[in-house]
C-alpha cells in the first residue's frame, strides 16, 4: 500500500537553531511532494512542492525541503528557527496514478 | 488570495440528526474536498469532486454523502449523525486536473463538530 511516514510526532528546536522535521514515502512512480502548516484553530496551508528539478525546493516563511529520491524522502529544514514556528507541520505524497495522501503531521515546538 | 470558506467554525448537534456543513470557494477552482482531521491520523479523504455534480468517493465516505451544485460551492452531509463523527472536517480546494494534479490544495478554517 502506498503511504507517507513523518517519524516524528513531535519536534522540539531551539529558538535560532536549524529546523528538521522528517518525511518519507512508500509509493509508485514519481510523485508530487507537498508541505503544509497549520496553525492553531486554522486550516492548512500550502508551504511548498516539488514537481521535478533541483532536488532543494524553496518555499514560504524561509522554508525548504530536499528531495532525495534514492532514500524516498521530503525533510522539511529551516536554517533558523522562530518561535512563530511553532505549528503542526504535514507532508503530503501525491502518487502518479492516485490521490494525494497526507502524513499523520509532525508538531513543531520552538523554544524561546 | 484564494479564500474558502467554511460556514461554521464550531457546531453541536445530536445523534441521529441530518447535518450540512457548507463550503464555498471564490476562485474558480475545478476541484473540491472534504476531509476530517482526528488526533494521531492526520487527515483522511471523504469525498471529492472534480466538477458541477461529479463527485467521488476518498478514503472513508462512510456515514456521508455530498452535493455540488454549484462549482464555488461544496456540501458534505451527514446523514444520520453518530457520536464516531465528531471531528474537525476541513473542506479544501485546488485548480484543475482533479486528484491527479500538482497544484496545492487551499483549505479553510475548518468546522470542529461535535455530535452528542
Known amino acids: 500500500a502506498q503511504s507517507v511516514a513523518q517519524p516524528e510526532d513531535q519536534v522540539n528546536v531551539a529558538e535560532g537553531n536549524p529546523l528538521t522535521v522528517k518525511c518519507t514515502y512508500s509509493v509508485s512512480g514519481n510523485p508530487y511532494l507537498f508541505w503544509y502548516v497549520q496553525y492553531p484553530n486554522r486550516g492548512l496551508q500550502f508551504l511548498l512542492k516539488?514537481?521535478?528539478?533541483?532536488?532543494l525546493v524553496k518555499g514560504s516563511y524561509g522554508f525548504e525541503a530536499e528531495f532525495n529520491k534514492s532514500q524516498t524522502s521530503f525533510h522539511l529544514k529551516k536554517p533558523s528557527a522562530l518561535v512563530s514556528d511553532s505549528a503542526l507541520y504535514f507532508c503530503?505524497?501525491?502518487?502518479?496514478?492516485?490521490?494525494?495522501?497526507f502524513g499523520k503531521g509532525t508538531r513543531l515546538h520552538i523554544l524561546p | 488570495d484564494v479564500k474558502v470558506t467554511q460556514s461554521s467554525r464550531y457546531l453541536v448537534k445530536r445523534t441521529g440528526e441530518k447535518v450540512f456543513l457548507e463550503c464555498v470557494q471564490d476562485?474558480?477552482?475545478?476541484?473540491m474536498f472534504w476531509y476530517r482531521q482526528d488526533p494521531g491520523l492526520g487527515l483522511r479523504l471523504i469525498y471529492f469532486?472534480?466538477?458541477?455534480?461529479?463527485?467521488e468517493k476518498g478514503d472513508i465516505p462512510e456515514g456521508y454523502s455530498v452535493s455540488r451544485e454549484k462549482k464555488e460551492r461544496f456540501s458534505l452531509i451527514l446523514e444520520s449523525a453518530s457520536t464516531n463523527q465528531t471531528s474537525m472536517y476541513l473542506c479544501a480546494s485546488s485548480r484543475g486536473a482533479g486528484t491527479l494534479g500538482n497544484q496545492p490544495q487551499h483549505f479553510g478554517d475548518g468546522t470542529r463538530l461535535s455530535i452528542l
Open positions: 503530503a505524497v501525491r502518487p502518479t496514478d492516485d490521490k494525494i495522501i
Open positions: 476562485m474558480d477552482h475545478e476541484n
Open positions: 469532486s472534480y466538477d458541477v455534480k461529479m463527485k
Open positions: 516539488y514537481i521535478t528539478g533541483d532536488n
